[in-house]
T-cell receptor, first 113, second 113 residues
Framework: SQQGEEDPQALSIQEGENATMNCSYKTSINNLQWYRQNSGRGLVHLIL?????REKHSGRLRVTLDTSKKSSSLLITASRAADTASYFCATGLDQTGANNLFFGTGTRLTVIP | GAVVSQHPSRVICKSGTSVKIECRSL??????MFWYRQFPKQSLMLMAT?????????EQGVEKDKFLINHASLTLSTLTVTSAHPEDSSFYICSAGPKETQYFGPGTRLLVL
């Protein structure tokens, strides 16, 4: 299976703390993306990092990518209650530009006010 | 950002009936759209790639005769679950995007009784 794995599966923190989620994958990739999903709803794209990049920032989000270890991490700083959601990493494999994604197992984040 | 819509958002049907789900890209043309399925508290699994004007590409283990995909225009792909059974009950999500970043529809929750 090309599906990645994320850990932890669930994370509960206090508002204001940082949240770190990790993702591991199995194959060579073109890019890795992080998505957020509120309960029972569609996904929202957060950030994309390409295979030749090592770190990327977007607001309170920081993503790292280590292609030698086939792993990525998502850091959310100064968390808020509104950050409560499930977070998925997804890998884009195809060098030709096809955009199908293979999703990790997800981390359910709960931020306690 | 780009918008992808899905219809219906929720459907309940009797076992043995067929259900059609529509996915539309509202402000861009999509030669390729993707269909995913998500079971409760699980990740998204890619089912198939919908190709405008040609046959869909199905992932391993997905029955093409059961999940019929039609991509008749650059803004519309349909997924028909034929002869639905209770085990087909799931959350079906489509995505499309002009580049690697995918925009996801809000999802269709299917319940087969």
């Amino acid at each position: 299976s090309q599906q990645g794995e994320e850990d932890p599966q669930a994370l509960s923190i206090q508002e204001g703390e940082n949240a770190t989620m990790n993702c591991s994958y199995k194959t060579s990739i073109n890019n890795l993306q992080w998505y957020r999903q509120n309960s029972g709803r569609g996904l929202v794209h957060l950030i994309l990092i390409r295979s030749n990049e090592r770190e990327k920032h977007s607001g309170r989000l920081r993503v790292t990518l280590d292609t030698s270890k086939k792993s990525s991490s998502l850091l959310i700083t100064a968390s808020r209650a509104a950050d409560t959601a499930s977070y998925f990493c997804a890998t884009g494999l195809d060098q030709t530009g096809a955009n199908n994604l293979f999703f990790g197992t997800g981390t359910r984040l709960t931020v306690i006010p | 950002g780009a918008v992808v819509s899905q219809h219906p958002s929720r459907v309940i049907c009797k076992s043995g009936t067929s259900v059609k789900i529509e996915c539309r890209s509202l402000d861009f043309q999509a030669t390729t759209m993707f269909w995913y399925r998500q079971f409760p508290k699980q990740s998204l699994m890619l089912m198939a790639t919908s190709n405008e004007g040609s046959k869909a590409t199905y992932e391993q283990g997905v029955e093409k005769d059961k999940f019929l995909i039609n991509h008749a225009s650059l803004t519309l792909s349909t997924l028909t679950v034929t002869s639905a059974h209770p085990e087909d009950s799931s959350f079906y999500i489509c995505s499309a995007g002009p580049k690697e970043t995918q925009y996801f529809g809000p999802g269709t929750r299917l319940l087969v009784l």
